[in-house]
Structure formats: C-alpha cells, structure tokens
C-alpha cells in the first residue's frame, strides 16, 4: 500500500488578534469547598466527573459521580485544585455554565447556572432550544 500525501501551507498572519479561551465550566468558590470537602474522604479518587442524560418531558439532567481518572474524551476543567472532568457528550450543553453548590434549611444540592438553557418544563427538567 502506498501512503497518500498531503500538502499543507503554513503562513504567517501579523493582524489576527487571539481570543482567550473560557473554561467550559466555572465553578463558584462554593462549589469548589464542597467539592474539596466531598473529596477529601476519597483519596483514591482525582475529582468528579459531570455527565448528561435525556429525561423528563423534553430537557436534560446533569449527572455528577466521583472518578479515578480521566476517559480518553473527557474535558478536563482544573479550577483551585479542584478537578472536574466533562463527559463527551455534555461537553457542548456545558459551554459558558456556572456550577454552585447551595445550601438552604430544607436541602443541599449542585447547581447549574446554563445561559443556553432557554426555558424548563414542569418536572424541572432544562431544554435548549
């Protein structure tokens, strides 16, 4: 078999101003302790991985569980010490979101701030539209 070639052209572009890159997801400070905290009594353990799945009337739901380490197609997102790696198929329904942790007198939970998200159904549910 013979190998096939491909040329390419390399130039030199002077006026082309780079944008910096944003992290796929932020965490808030809060986030980041509860993370740390949750971690702690898990050293084998790197950080936490953030998957998605289709559920409800029309929308996702975001999942989180602990990993050992990161998939071959995982984004990985390293914010004050803190690792958390993005399954493949939720890296794009991640772009630009906030992750919290929140805690109130009646529950505790993580939250996704998405600005894609343009509205909920009824069970709570997120969908992009």
């Known amino acids: ?3 096939s070639l491909v040329r390419a052209t390399v130039r030199a572009v002077s006026k082309r101003k780079l944008q910096p890159t944003r992290a796929a997801l932020t965490l808030t400070p809060s986030a980041v302790n509860k993370i740390k905290q949750l971690l702690k009594d ?3 353990h790197v950080g936490v991985k953030v998957g998605v799945r289709t559920r409800g009337c029309n929308g ?7 990993t050992k380490t990161k998939g071959d197609s995982d984004e990985e997102v390293v914010q ?3 690792r958390v790696f993005i ?3 939720a890296q794009l329904t ?4 906030e992750m919290d942790y929140i805690e109130d007198k009646l529950s505790s939970e993580f939250v996704f ?6 509205g909920t159904c009824g069970c709570g549910e997120s969908f992009n539209v």
């Open 1 to 3: 078999m013979s190998a």
């Open 42 to 44: 898990k050293p084998e």
């Open 60 to 66: 996702l739901s975001y999942t989180l569980e602990y």
């Open 80 to 82: 004050d010490g803190v």
């Open 87 to 89: 399954e493949k198929k």
């Open 94 to 97: 991640l772009l630009g979101t």
């Open 113 to 118: 701030n998405n600005p894609n998200i343009k």
